[in-house]
């Protein structure tokens, strides 16, 4: 019995890793990735440096929480950041829409 709970625990885990890393609503993504889609790394939102900005209604709960993950605290329908490049302001982050299709 143990051993299928293990299981299953492992299951949903997977499941909301996989989830973490797409998402259905973009304001709603809450993953990890830190990089744009060109590769540049992203800057942490509680930073003004290189470029100042004045974002802080973040899905996280607070800006401190958001780090340097991607964000769409705009909603304009793709995870983006500001990077750590001081000659690129912001670019959108290579991460997919969920298949919620079955």
């Known amino acids: 019995m143990l051993q ?5 625990l492992s299951t949903i885990t997977a499941f909301e890793d996989a989830l973490d890393d797409c998402f259905i609503e973009s304001y709603e993504y809450t993953g990890t990735r830190n990089c744009t889609e060109h590769g540049i790394v992203c800057m942490n939102w509680s930073s003004k440096s290189p470029h100042d900005h004045i974002k802080n209604d973040f899905i996280d709960g607070s800006i401190e929480k958001a780090e340097n993950y991607c964000r769409d605290p705009d909603g304009t329908g793709q995870p983006w950041c500001y990077t750590v490049d001081p000659n690129i302001r912001y670019q959108n982050c290579t991460v997919p829409r969920c298949n ?3």
């Open 100 to 102: 919620t299709s079955n």
């Open 4 to 8: 299928q709970l293990d299981v299953v």
